[in-house]
């Protein structure tokens, strides 16, 4: 009843305004055919639905996680890379190539993961035009126990003022204050997965066991969650002071400066730059997370190839109902060729009305598809994959919609073209004569 | 003075699927202004071919064909077009008219390609045109609600539109018994006569033919001379 209504509304629509005859030759040709026009139009529908859907979740949550990690992690990373592929001394020495040297089970150089100068280095970073703000860091491997419960964490010593400042670190506390570092002076923060696994609270103690068997004991302050679950489940905060202790090193040791650009796109850049001029390891945060944009990317190729599929399905219903139409209709492509429509008149009545399968499919398909993204988002789930979420993120951004729609309007208007060019090609003798 | 409107020069035309088979043989004709022309034959005997190329729906032949002073054998696909368009109307055996649309936009189809005018007067033009053929109270309903001979006075009312310099028409009364066949061919008549309307239509009634100024005979792609 509903779709009669729009027709007829449609019909008037059409009778008060009779100027443009090749437009309504081509709604009328499609009101001739209201259920097989209906279908094409649902297979539109549909195709643009998971597309909004489908695509929206995947790059939802790529979107959720390129965040995350941004406003966690450093964009640049400046490290002390140490030299396992050291050449064997003895070959250095031996310059003779005529001979075999063999040395079995050369181990690195014992060195530090130290950065020289590096309160040096930080001074000139902060100057630097492109960077937001550095932070120092000492990063270390350290077995964090429990009474009999005992996991392996990355213990991260931070300038406390200073991480919070460029990683915000404050905004991910879910217990307890990133500030109790400084004041309590055996202080530790735990990830929400780390302290889970402990099974420790706010305020209990645990045991921090360095890699040279130094022991800390420490007392939980607080508990932080960034939603990278690979991060909340193994990092702990502690004073950058605490982890020298831990270390048994120097009060200048770092291990790794980390940075916040202001653009976050000149980061591949600013990395090679820094490697450059401080002779350390600069890895900016695309590659540092390389192997998930990996990921990435076969994700969308597979969710494209999904969309695609259904949207050629769904231009074969537009492809057939045209030649159907085109079919039943040769006697009026006759007539308006014979009464002086050019080719290019008859062809653009067979676009049109494919396109307005398009449209209107296609804009059903974003409503619906958005209908959908905003119930399926509204359903708690907690997920916890490699993204910890409440709710499932959907990408809602304009951009998207619009894209979405010229994606529709393209298979359409490919769908179209071949039958309009047929139809346009038609020889009217032959059509009459075949009367 | 003859005033020609329509020249042909040793028009050839073979059809090459499935046989060879040469449908026009060195036509040559006039048509002038005002006449109304009847062109004669038996089945095959070309009358129907001849006159789609003349009219430039068929371009596949070899000669010279001169309507209103231009040679339409060198003139592009779209410029035949708008020929069809400007100058030339068209009344099939079977009307052609757009069924699910009105009387009136049936006839309005060519005066809104051609766009000289706006769509107001095109409208109060087709609706003159209309009454002329006695279809002014029809004009609201739709081409398939009307009779086989309305029909083929809206597709005349229609070829009449852009007031063309000449009117073909395709075994016009074909379809027709003989009663509507007459009034038809009795409304060509008064066109011609009212209107000074060149007029060429294909027949194989000979009762009909007679009628006219002047019949054509073709025999197997020839001229008969009478």
Redesign the interface.
Known sequence: MELEKTINWSNDALRMR????VF??AI?HL??KKRQTFVAMLGVTFGIMVFIFQAGLITGFQDTFIEQTINTTANIHIYNEPDRNRPSILASIEADTTRWITVRNQKPKDEKNKIRNAYQIIALLEQHPGVAGVSPFLGTQAILRSGIVQYGGRIAGIDVDKEDLVFHVSDYMTQGDIQRLKTINNGIILGEGLAENLGVKMNDNVSVIATNGTTLDMKVVGINRTGLTEVDRSRAYISIRNARVLLNVDNAYLTDINIKLKDINEAEQLAMEFEKRFGYKAEDWKKANSNIFGVFKIQNMVTYLIIVSILIVSGFGIFNILMMIIYEKL??I??????????K?IKMIFMIESLAIGITGGLTGLLFGFLLTKFIGSIPLNIKGFVSMKYLEFNSSPAFYIFAFFFALIATALAGYFPARKAAKFD??DI??S? | MKNTILETISLNKWYRDPVDFQALKNVTLQIERGEFVSIMGSSGSGKSTLLYVLSTLDTDYTGKIIFDGQDLSVISPNRQAEIRNEKIGFVFQFHYLLPEFTVLENVSLPALKLGKFTHDQIESIALEKLSLLGLQDQAMKKANKLSGGQQQRVAIARALINNPSIIFGDEPTGNLDSKNSQNVFDLFKELQHELKQTICIVTHDINLAGQTDRTISLHDGEIVKP
């Open positions: 009779f100027k443009n005859p309504k030759i009328t009101l001739a006697p009026d006759a007539i308006l060729k014979a009464i002086g429509y050019k080719n008149d009217p003798v009459i004569r009367k």
